[in-house]
């Protein structure tokens, strides 16, 4: 089960193909040959650094490190949720609720998974936790970022029908029911799309790269199994923490809809 | 009826240093049975003021209904007594029945004739509602709830002559019954017809033309 190391001259043989890109780019003039090398510059740089990084945290074996490591990613995901949807809640309201949403599933889900599932010693032990929590937060930051985008997007263009059923003394709970059934659903759709699409149209990303180290398929699938129930339950379990958060700030103790602690981005 | 000004009434709304950023302060009594004609210009505030006596938007100052103090009633409950019905109304279903609960859709169904809808409407979609149907529809949904209090902004709008005279008579049984009306109107002569009492909102006060 020994993976085969990469030397520079393999990696210089792919970059080859991005220089393909790049002529194709010049040749077509599609004007983004300069945007693929700075992508792919910044990509190199980036999973460099993260893999000396990482060799750094491994060799500490410091549940500190560790979990300052998972605290960095998390706050770095927060901020990408709160940055998506066109609409802002005042008073920093989208930060406040992306990096709880994030928080909360993240470290949740990542300590059911090793205390129970995967099991490693001891369990939070960086070589598990770190990737785990890493691949948690992409699939946590894509369910809370359409939850919260759909939240404050529908709720303007619902303003009428939501107000209309409490003019007429429906609870805001009430009034906002169909608001959050559609977020959610949004929210949760990638995740029962991944699930079915999972091995016969993509081989997900986890498994690829187990089998690419040496690992048994069987068991690579195994675990792809358990992660993608953690994804799920991350995923469902942040939308829903976006969509209560926001509603609880869309209305106030009269439960009014509060429209105005809305404001569209950039203003 | 004809409301005969100045004829003492058993107070039923208290209206005392309403505000909010936008509007405001207001200050009004009204007593039972009686309709209030709101007139001014647009953008004056009209539909701020109503907005704002049914809670939906955050201010200061005190409403009494009956001599309660709003805040000592849930909101839910005081918009089900103090009814707010927009010139735009909202709807949340697809399908018109389940605007209305399910219980009084034989009043709805009767009420609806009496405004000269068609019954089948309330069977179909929403999409297929002209604007003067779903004016009135709207107004069946808050007389359903049989409030004390009616905010009516614009109620016949996008009504014909007929029609808007069904409605006015189906406000006077109101009326008649006991229910404060607040009425935005941009007609003179409904004002005349149905309101005791003409106030003006003019540069976002109320003001006695």
């Not at chain 1, 750094?56 to 709160?82: D, Q, Y």
């Not at chain 2, 003492?8 to 207001?26: N, T």
Request: proline share 5%.
């Amino acid at each position: 089960m020994t993976p085969i190391l990469l030397t520079p001259f393999d990696i210089a043989a792919s970059a080859v193909l991005l220089v393909f890109d790049g002529v194709l780019s010049l040749a077509l003039r599609l004007d983004l040959h300069w945007r693929l090398a700075i992508a792919g510059a910044r990509m190199v740089v980036q999973l460099v650094l993260v893999g000396f990084i990482l060799r750094v945290v491994f060799a500490l074996g410091s549940p500190v490190t560790t979990l300052a490591v998972i605290l960095v990613m998390i706050a770095i995901a927060g901020r990408e949720v709160a940055a998506r949807p066109e609409q802002r809640l005042r008073r920093f309201g989208n930060y406040a609720i992306g990096a709880t949403s994030v928080a909360v599933a993240t470290l949740l889900t990542a300590v059911i998974a090793l205390t129970t599932a995967i099991r490693p010693h001891p369990w939070y032990d960086a070589h598990y936790a770190v990737p785990l929590a890493g691949i948690m937060l992409g699939n946590i930051l894509n369910a809370a970022s359409l939850a919260l985008d759909s939240m404050l997007g529908c709720v303007v263009q619902e303003k009428a029908a939501i107000e209309a059923q409490l003019m007429l003394g429906a609870s805001f709970r009430h009034a906002v029911h169909g608001l959050i059934r559609t977020s959610l659903r949004r929210a949760l759709l990638p995740i029962v799309n991944q699930m079915s699409a999972a091995g016969i149209i993509t081989l997900p990303g986890i498994m690829t790269g187990q089998i690419l180290a040496g690992m048994d398929p069987l068991e690579a699938a195994k675990y792809q199994v358990v992660l993608m129930f953690l994804l799920s339950g991350g995923g469902g379990l942040a939308a829903v923490v976006v969509v209560y958060l926001a509603a609880v700030r869309l209305t106030d103790d009269r439960q009014r809809l509060r429209l105005d602690r809305l404001h569209a981005k950039g203003t | 009826m004809t409301a005969a000004a100045g004829t003492p009434r058993p107070e039923r709304l208290r209206i005392s240093a309403l505000s909010s950023a936008l509007v405001g302060p207001f200050d009004l009594v009204a007593g039972r049975g009686e309709c209030i004609a709101i007139t001014g210009a647009s953008g004056s505030g009209k539909s701020l003021f109503l907005r704002l006596i049914a809670d939906l938007d955050p201010g200061t100052g005190e409403v009494f209904l009956e001599g309660t103090p709003r805040r000592h009633i849930p909101a839910p409950a005081w918009r089900r007594q103090v009814v707010y019905c927009p010139a735009e109304s909202g709807w949340w279903d697809e399908r018109v029945a389940h605007h209305f609960p399910s219980a009084a859709l034989g009043f709805v169904r009767a009420q609806a004739e009496r405004l000269a809808l068609d019954p089948t409407l309330l069977d179909g979609p929403v999409l297929r509602l002209s604007s003067g149907e779903r004016q009135r529809l709207a107004l069946i949904r808050a007389l359903a709830l049989d409030p004390l209090v009616l905010l009516l902004d614009e109620p016949t709008g996008a009504l014909d002559a007929d029609s808007t005279a069904l409605v006015e008579a189906e406000l006077q049984v109101r009326l008649q019954a006991g229910t404060l009306i607040l009425m935005v109107t941009h007609s003179e002569a409904q004002a005349q017809r149905m309101a005791g009492r003409h106030l003006r909102v003019a540069q976002r006060r109320l003001v006695t033309p």
